[in-house]
Protein backbone atom coordinates (compact mmCIF):
# COMPACT_ATOMS: atom_id res chain seq x y z
CA UNK A 1 0.00 0.00 0.00
CA UNK A 2 1.31 3.74 -1.11
CA UNK A 3 2.26 5.48 2.17
CA UNK A 4 0.95 9.18 2.77
CA UNK A 5 3.82 11.11 0.81
CA UNK A 6 3.72 8.58 -2.53
CA UNK A 7 -0.04 9.11 -2.43
CA UNK A 8 -0.03 12.98 -1.41
CA UNK A 9 3.29 14.76 -1.45
CA UNK A 10 4.85 13.63 -4.70
CA UNK A 11 2.16 14.38 -7.14
CA UNK A 12 1.93 17.44 -6.22
CA UNK A 13 6.07 17.84 -5.92
CA UNK A 14 6.05 16.12 -9.21
CA UNK A 15 4.46 19.53 -10.67
CA UNK A 16 6.79 21.89 -8.23
CA UNK A 17 8.57 23.42 -11.47
CA UNK A 18 5.35 23.73 -13.17
CA UNK A 19 3.57 25.74 -10.54
CA UNK A 20 6.92 27.73 -9.63
CA UNK A 21 6.97 28.64 -13.54
CA UNK A 22 3.51 29.85 -14.14
CA UNK A 23 4.29 32.52 -11.46
CA UNK A 24 7.41 33.89 -13.21
CA UNK A 25 7.98 36.53 -15.44
CA UNK A 26 6.88 35.55 -19.23
CA UNK A 27 10.25 35.56 -21.66
CA UNK A 28 8.62 34.70 -24.96
CA UNK A 29 9.39 36.90 -27.48
CA UNK A 30 6.39 38.07 -29.76
CA UNK A 31 8.56 37.54 -32.92
CA UNK A 32 7.78 38.78 -35.91
CA UNK A 33 5.64 41.19 -34.65
CA UNK A 34 7.79 42.52 -32.07
CA UNK A 35 11.52 42.45 -33.20
CA UNK A 36 14.11 42.97 -30.79
CA UNK A 37 17.48 45.03 -32.36
CA UNK A 38 20.61 42.59 -32.60
CA UNK A 39 23.80 43.08 -30.88
CA UNK A 40 25.87 45.52 -32.87
CA UNK A 41 28.25 43.03 -34.12
CA UNK A 42 25.82 40.18 -35.09
CA UNK A 43 26.58 38.37 -38.12
CA UNK A 44 23.72 38.91 -40.62
CA UNK A 45 23.50 38.81 -44.35
CA UNK A 46 26.42 39.57 -46.01
CA UNK A 47 27.13 42.68 -48.10
CA UNK A 48 29.58 43.81 -51.11
CA UNK A 49 30.85 47.60 -50.31
CA UNK A 50 31.92 50.22 -52.56
CA UNK A 51 34.18 53.20 -52.04
CA UNK A 52 32.86 56.93 -52.04
CA UNK A 53 33.23 57.26 -56.02
CA UNK A 54 30.62 54.30 -56.39
CA UNK A 55 33.59 51.74 -57.66
CA UNK A 56 33.11 47.89 -55.74
CA UNK A 57 35.66 47.21 -53.26
CA UNK A 58 35.41 43.28 -54.47
CA UNK A 59 38.91 42.44 -56.51
CA UNK A 60 37.32 39.47 -57.64
CA UNK A 61 40.38 37.92 -55.57
CA UNK A 62 38.80 34.89 -54.30
CA UNK A 63 40.16 34.54 -50.59
CA UNK A 64 36.47 34.50 -49.16
CA UNK A 65 35.60 31.46 -50.98
CA UNK A 66 38.54 29.90 -50.18
CA UNK A 67 38.04 31.02 -45.96
CA UNK A 68 34.85 29.66 -46.66
CA UNK A 69 34.55 26.02 -44.43
CA UNK A 70 31.22 25.43 -45.76
CA UNK A 71 31.71 26.09 -49.82
CA UNK A 72 29.17 28.79 -49.73
CA UNK A 73 30.70 31.19 -52.11
CA UNK A 74 31.07 31.07 -55.71
CA UNK A 75 33.26 34.18 -57.06
CA UNK A 76 34.43 34.39 -60.77
CA UNK A 77 36.40 37.88 -61.49
CA UNK A 78 37.19 39.54 -64.51
CA UNK A 79 39.48 42.26 -65.59
CA UNK A 80 39.16 46.20 -65.54
CA UNK A 81 39.63 48.38 -68.41
CA UNK A 82 40.57 51.84 -68.24
CA UNK A 83 38.03 54.16 -68.44
CA UNK A 84 35.27 51.40 -67.75
CA UNK A 85 36.15 49.98 -64.45
CA UNK A 86 34.21 48.25 -62.08
CA UNK A 87 36.67 48.09 -59.41
CA UNK A 88 39.89 50.77 -58.63
CA UNK A 89 41.84 47.06 -58.88
CA UNK A 90 43.31 45.53 -61.70
CA UNK A 91 40.02 42.65 -61.33
CA UNK A 92 36.64 43.22 -60.32
CA UNK A 93 34.08 40.13 -59.33
CA UNK A 94 32.09 39.27 -62.25
CA UNK A 95 30.08 36.97 -60.99
CA UNK A 96 29.88 36.73 -57.24
CA UNK A 97 26.97 34.59 -55.22
CA UNK A 98 26.51 33.25 -51.73
CA UNK A 99 24.48 30.35 -50.92
CA UNK A 100 22.47 31.00 -47.66
CA UNK A 101 21.21 27.46 -47.62
CA UNK A 102 25.45 26.46 -47.16
CA UNK A 103 26.23 29.15 -44.53
CA UNK A 104 26.67 29.39 -41.68
CA UNK A 105 26.99 32.83 -40.91
CA UNK A 106 30.73 31.90 -38.69
CA UNK A 107 32.54 34.78 -40.70
CA UNK A 108 35.44 33.77 -41.50
CA UNK A 109 35.13 35.09 -45.10
CA UNK A 110 35.33 38.40 -44.05
CA UNK A 111 37.89 37.94 -41.76
CA UNK A 112 39.88 36.92 -44.99
CA UNK A 113 38.96 39.49 -47.23
CA UNK A 114 41.65 42.19 -48.27
CA UNK A 115 39.79 44.97 -48.88
CA UNK A 116 36.83 44.88 -46.57
CA UNK A 117 34.43 44.65 -49.74
CA UNK A 118 32.92 41.83 -48.17
CA UNK A 119 31.08 42.47 -44.41
CA UNK A 120 28.19 41.01 -42.63
CA UNK A 121 24.81 43.19 -41.87
CA UNK A 122 22.66 42.92 -39.31
CA UNK A 123 19.83 41.31 -41.29
CA UNK A 124 18.66 37.95 -40.35
CA UNK A 125 15.55 37.28 -41.92
CA UNK A 126 16.69 35.02 -44.63
CA UNK A 127 13.96 32.20 -44.74
CA UNK A 128 12.23 31.64 -48.11
CA UNK A 129 10.32 29.21 -50.39
CA UNK A 130 12.29 28.39 -52.44
CA UNK A 131 16.37 27.20 -53.13
CA UNK A 132 16.70 29.21 -55.81
CA UNK A 133 16.28 32.54 -53.99
CA UNK A 134 18.80 31.43 -51.39
CA UNK A 135 21.75 32.13 -53.70
CA UNK A 136 22.35 35.40 -53.13
CA UNK A 137 23.77 37.06 -56.87
CA UNK A 138 25.80 39.90 -56.50
CA UNK A 139 23.03 42.27 -57.14
CA UNK A 140 21.22 41.02 -54.15
CA UNK A 141 24.89 41.74 -52.06
CA UNK A 142 26.13 45.31 -53.54
CA UNK A 143 25.43 47.96 -51.02
CA UNK A 144 22.82 50.28 -52.36
CA UNK A 145 24.61 53.88 -54.13
CA UNK A 146 24.59 56.64 -51.15
CA UNK A 147 24.84 60.80 -52.34
CA UNK A 148 28.30 61.36 -54.58
CA UNK A 149 28.82 57.66 -55.50
CA UNK A 150 28.58 57.35 -59.46
CA UNK A 151 27.42 53.08 -60.87
CA UNK A 152 30.20 51.73 -62.11
CA UNK A 153 31.29 51.60 -64.74
CA UNK A 154 33.62 54.57 -64.65
CA UNK A 155 37.21 55.92 -63.84
CA UNK A 156 38.56 56.02 -60.50
CA UNK A 157 36.99 59.50 -59.84
CA UNK A 158 38.79 60.41 -56.44
CA UNK A 159 42.34 61.14 -56.22
CA UNK A 160 45.55 61.68 -58.71
CA UNK A 161 47.29 58.82 -57.28
CA UNK A 162 46.18 55.27 -55.77
CA UNK A 163 47.53 56.40 -52.74
CA UNK A 164 45.23 59.30 -52.49
CA UNK A 165 42.36 57.40 -53.70
CA UNK A 166 42.64 54.79 -51.22
CA UNK A 167 43.01 57.67 -48.48
CA UNK A 168 40.47 59.73 -49.80
CA UNK A 169 42.90 62.14 -49.48
CA UNK A 170 41.32 64.55 -52.31
CA UNK A 171 37.85 64.59 -54.51
CA UNK A 172 34.38 65.60 -54.24
CA UNK A 173 32.91 65.78 -50.27
CA UNK A 174 31.77 62.04 -50.29
CA UNK A 175 30.77 59.69 -47.29
CA UNK A 176 33.87 57.34 -46.01
CA UNK A 177 32.37 54.13 -46.55
CA UNK A 178 29.92 52.73 -48.66
CA UNK A 179 26.60 51.23 -47.27
CA UNK A 180 26.83 51.11 -43.70
CA UNK A 181 29.48 48.21 -43.57
CA UNK A 182 30.70 47.49 -40.55
S1 LIG B 1 29.90 33.37 -43.12
FE1 LIG B 1 31.14 31.46 -43.01
S2 LIG B 1 29.88 29.90 -44.00
FE2 LIG B 1 28.99 31.90 -44.58
S3 LIG B 1 29.95 32.40 -46.53
FE3 LIG B 1 31.22 33.34 -44.94
S4 LIG B 1 32.82 31.80 -44.44
FE4 LIG B 1 31.19 30.76 -45.60
S1 LIG C 1 34.84 39.85 -51.39
FE1 LIG C 1 36.95 40.27 -50.78
S2 LIG C 1 37.94 38.25 -50.56
FE2 LIG C 1 36.03 37.96 -51.75
S3 LIG C 1 36.66 38.06 -53.90
FE3 LIG C 1 36.01 40.12 -53.29
S4 LIG C 1 37.90 41.15 -52.59
FE4 LIG C 1 38.34 38.95 -52.67
Avoid at 85 to 108: A, T, W
Amino acid sequence: MASVKESLWDPVAGFGVTFRTMFRKVFTEQYPFDKKPTAPRFHGRHQLNRWPDGLEKCIGCELCAWACPADAIYVEGADNTEGGRMSPGERYGRVYQINYLRCILCGLCIEACPTRALTMTNEYELADRSRESLIYEKKDLLAPLLPGMEEPPHAMQLGTTDKDYYLGLTGAAVPAEGGGEK
